[in-house]
């Protein structure tokens, strides 16, 4: 089959590899329809996220069933048209059955461990995501193996195109988990960092959740135009950390946004002076947005991480956060708790997904998605690519 595969650092080639093939009875395999780059990917792509061999990227997929292990049961038949949450994840263990998928006990046995180290003692399993993450192949790909196919798989009624169901895959469950995590009721100002895919998600998540007033906050015009004209947001282009805090201060009257969102992670664009801190410091990347989220939310205010953060970093504002009495939360997005009940927002017409694509290419000019989407040209938002 064709699939896209890492080489090494900003090298993805689509090659010819081996088909996919039942592993274990619970498995299934899938013809993928559609997939899609997620700003997930580009960590890997960057080198900052190690893989030393090459491996099939991508973890938001969809398609038909072409086969099912044994142990699959009548959870999915052969013809069945799905989508497949991002984690890997069995479904029985302890953080399964607590609706915490993504730190499974069992899809990732090399380097699963409680510490939530740099190389080791990594959470669960995620598709198309390096070694440390279970070493599974992903999606980008004509076909792909699915484990525990009885419990991640959720099938997508025929009312719905592809591209209107995709991001249930991971960027819609996660931009949902944002606004979750801080226990939105209904009323609050939220402060979104990062106009991106995830970042429009967790305002359309926002929305649907009561929020009265939702701004999004990003380095670049056109994002920002994206997310204005995709999910109603009111937008602030930053120009440095100062500056934007005081923006969304002077909108709640000074106190800072109830919560706030990051949806940016490690990799935000930085300056010389950035970078040689972070050489200095040892460290990857930079936290200066998730610091930046500590400011501009209120005091006892909640500030959720859906951006990637992967390395220790010196002088984190810890006296800040105490100080303010600030609940922070993050993580990889619980995806099949939420799954069921979006994909009905969705069949109820209640949010629209597929408005955020602004690129669909073939498989075989995936290395040039990856491009555009890193790079920022093109306007680009999201990719979709077609096996």
């Given at each position: 089959m064709k699939a896209l595969v890492i080489h090494g650092m900003r090298d993805v080639r689509v090659d010819t590899v081996d088909d996919p093939k039942i592993e274990d009875a619970r498995d299934a395999i899938i013809r993928v329809t559609s997939t899609a780059i997620c700003g997930s990917d580009l960590h890997i792509y960057n080198g900052s996220i190690p893989q030393p061999r090459p491996m099939v990227l991508g973890h938001e997929f969809m398609g038909i069933v072409e086969e099912v292990g044994k142990g699959v049961g009548g959870k999915l038949k052969v013809g069945d048209r799905v989508v497949v949450p991002f984690p890997i994840a069995c479904g029985t263990c302890y953080f399964c059955n607590h609706e915490l998928p993504g730190h499974?006990?069992?899809?990732?046995?090399?380097h699963y461990g409680p510490e939530g180290g740099l190389l080791t003692e990594n959470g669960g399993a995620l598709f198309g995501y390096t070694d440390l993450y279970g070493g599974y192949n992903g999606g980008q790909a004509e076909y792909v193996r699915v484990p525990y196919a009885d419990f991640g798989p959720r099938v997508i009624p025929d009312s719905l195109t592809d591209e209107q169901a995709l991001f249930l895959t991971d960027i819609f469950p996660t931009g949902y988990s944002g606004i979750d995590w801080a226990d939105v009721k209904g009323g609050e100002t939220i402060a979104i960092f990062g106009a991106g895919p995830v970042g429009i998600m967790a305002a359309k998540s926002a929305w649907l959740r009561g929020a009265a007033r939702v701004v999004i906050v990003d380095?670049?015009?056109y994002r920002l135009d994206k997310a204005k004209a995709t999910a109603n947001?009111?937008?602030?282009?930053?120009?440095?950390?100062?500056?934007?805090?005081e923006q969304i201060r002077a909108v709640t009257e000074g106190r800072g946004a109830d919560v706030c969102v990051e949806?940016?992670?490690?990799?935000?664009?930085?300056?010389?002076?950035?970078?040689?801190?972070?050489?200095?410091?040892?460290?990857?990347g930079s936290d200066k947005?998730?610091?930046?989220?500590?400011?501009?939310?209120?005091?006892g205010g909640v500030v959720t991480v859906l951006g990637v953060y992967a390395t220790p970093f010196d002088n984190f504002p810890i006296g800040q956060f105490f100080d303010k009495g600030i609940t922070i939360r993050g993580g990889q997005a619980p995806a099949q708790k939420h799954i069921d009940k979006l994909l009905q927002y969705v069949v109820e017409g209640k949010v629209r997904l597929d408005d955020i694509i602004t690129h669909r290419l073939p498989l075989a000019e995936a290395a040039h998605g990856y491009d555009i989407f890193r790079n920022k040209k093109e306007d680009c938002v999201k990719v979709v690519l077609k096996p």
């Open positions: 499974c006990e069992n899809s990732n046995p090399d380095t670049l015009q947001v009111e937008t602030i282009l930053w120009e440095d950390a100062k500056s934007t805090v949806c940016v992670g490690f990799e935000p664009d930085r300056d010389l002076l950035d970078r040689a801190k972070a050489i200095i410091n040892l460290e990857k947005v998730l610091t930046t989220c500590l400011s501009a939310v209120r005091r």
